[in-house]
């Protein structure tokens, strides 16, 4: 599989993304991909991250282990895809970040905002994609109401959620990313 460059010649505008899409090749299993993400992104330890995915440490290990070494076999390029993977690719790098986004979702939000930054890295990088800007509106619009989502740590549906603590500035932004996604949903590649 070949990698070609961005359009003007840049290289991507994080590197982290560059591992991103070789995280999210399709040998790779999606346990496997979100736990390379997690340790990646978030720093987590192995603990960490067996406890966000509730399986036991030694299970982790073997996994990342396995996956580092398939990637290095298998030859699997750093970078977005140009040779008609991307679709396969991007779906399964969105399911990732949507999946990190919501292990922090109750949390104090540091790994929420990893991924609300990465989907605006994707967002600019892949402007047409209907699909990123409507993972990119449900993550901004869920963050920008996650003062309000739990009491008590219990989820509180929409309806009961008090709004004023609502960040209006990021749920602004989160309605503008889905009236995007909605006017070139069937137009991304």
Known sequence: MSEAPLEDGNALPDERLKVLFAYCHRTLVLETRVALTLGMLGGLTNDQIAGALRVPPA??????AGARAKIR????????????????RLAALLATVYLIFNAADAGDGQLAAEAIRLGRMLAELLPDESEVHGLLALMLLNDGRRTSRYRHGELVLLD??????????????????????????????
Do not use: T
């Open 73 to 88: 076999k298998a030859g699997i390029p750093f970078g977005v895809p140009r040779d008609g993977s991307l679709p396969e």
């Open 160 to 189: 009961d959620q008090e709004r004023n603590p609502w960040d209006r500035e990021r749920v602004a932004e989160g309605e503008q990313h889905l009236a995007r996604a909605r006017a070139r949903y069937g137009r991304g590649a």
């Open 59 to 64: 299970i982790v290990a073997a996994r990342l």
